[in-house]
């Protein structure tokens, strides 16, 4: 059964930086393309950025040249590095996995809170 969990939300400052991390587990991480999602209140929840199973990614507008993923296959785990925060990037943070040949397969974690406020 494959697993996403989060981690390393919390609150910052504006211009401060958090850097999320989210563990695979129970298949072969690098089937599965990896992205970070994110749901503010009242708020649809919207893709922030994403990395194919090779190192392929992409951004929300939102958060180019703030945010940066990445991956590391060895580790089962991807991450992403958020620099120069601001009060509107304040949401639940979620990992999810969608396998690159079965995109059915598509996988979730439970979310991460990150709170950006002065």
């Known amino acids: 059964q494959v697993q996403v969990v989060e981690s390393g939300g919390g609150l910052v400052q504006p211009g401060g930086s958090l850097r999320l991390s989210c563990a695979f587990s129970?298949?072969?991480?690098?089937?599965?393309?990896m992205g970070w999602h994110r749901q503010a209140p009242g708020k649809q929840r919207e893709l922030v950025a994403g990395?194919?199973?090779?190192?392929?990614?992409n951004y929300a507008d939102s958060v180019k040249g703030r945010f940066t993923i990445s991956r590391d296959n060895a580790k089962n785990t991807v991450y992403l590095q958020m620099n120069n925060l601001k009060p509107e990037d304040t949401a639940v943070y979620y990992c999810?996995?969608?396998?690159?040949?079965?995109?059915?397969?598509?996988?979730w974690g439970q979310g991460t809170q990150v709170t950006v406020s002065s």
């Open positions: 129970g298949s072969t991480f690098s089937l599965y393309h």
């Open positions: 999810n996995a969608i396998h690159i040949i079965i995109p059915n397969k598509t996988y």
């Open positions: 990395i194919r199973s090779g190192t392929s990614v």
